[in-house]
């Protein structure tokens, strides 16, 4: 099983969409949680880290469920902006060693 | 506030050329890693380092080496290239901070070679 896995996309919405992504992780003692976003030809950058009551950030909200080892993303009324792929990060148990999966692509249509 | 920087952005090599990709950070983390990412795909880690003195190999290290004299420096060198390390080069460092650990990536290396 890989360390952290994701929904394998792509995810092609309309604008105003409600989206939802999903991740799963292998160690049950990995301890801090990101979703990172990455634009096409671009680095990655931090969008949100996951926090276990679960946080919201304007239109985006991340949860984390560690009895399941599942993190999600939900983005509401997505804007054409938001098209990118979207990194599910973790670090690995026992270390600050950041794992990142595959990452899911979305796209936004008019 | 220069973060994680890399050169070069941009280079062409020929098959059996080598070279070094130079990745500097200035915010005294300790772990730096080198991803590569080829188009379409996922990042793949090639090598990474917990500490000055410290590298370890991640999943697709064969063809690269690295070394990290410093804590601010972790160059990663392409001995021998071939078509196969044609992708882009992310080179990233993090350090956990009040919980938290965040890593910030240099703006990459496209590399070529031909």
């Known amino acids: 099983r890989k360390e952290v896995e994701q929904d394998p996309g792509p995810f092609n919405v309309p604008e105003g969409a409600t989206v939802a992504f999903n991740c799963t992780y292998s160690?049950?003692?990995?301890?801090?949680f990101f979703w990172y976003r990455q634009d096409c030809r671009k680095e990655p950058k931090l969008l949100m880290s996951?926090?276990?009551s679960g946080n919201e950030d304007g239109r985006f909200t991340a949860q984390l469920n560690r009895a399941s080892q599942y993190i999600s993303l939900l983005i509401r009324d997505s804007k054409l902006s938001d098209s990118a792929t979207y990194l599910c990060?973790?670090?690995?148990?026992?270390?600050?060693?950041?794992?990142f999966g595959k990452g899911t692509k979305l796209t936004v249509n008019p | 506030n220069a973060g994680v920087t890399q050169t070069p952005k941009f280079r062409i090599l020929k098959i059996g050329q080598s070279m070094t990709l130079q990745c500097a950070q200035d915010m005294n983390h300790n772990y730096m890693y080198w991803y590569r990412q080829d188009p379409g795909m996922g990042l793949k880690l090639i090598y990474y380092?917990?500490?000055?003195?410290?590298?370890d190999k991640g999943e697709v290290p064969n063809g690269y080496n690295v070394s990290r004299s410093t804590t601010e420096d972790f160059p990663l060198r392409l001995e021998l290239a071939a078509p196969s390390q044609t992708s882009v080069y992310f080179c990233?460092?993090?350090?956990?901070?009040?919980?938290?650990?965040?890593?910030?990536f240099g703006q990459g290396t496209r590399l070529t070679v031909v």
């Open positions: 990233a460092s993090s350090e956990l901070q009040g919980g938290n650990t965040e890593a910030f």
């Open positions: 380092s917990v500490g000055a003195g410290i590298t």
């Open positions: 990060v973790v670090t690995q148990g026992g270390s600050e060693k950041l794992v």
């Open positions: 996951v926090y276990s």
């Open positions: 160690n049950s003692a990995s301890q801090s």
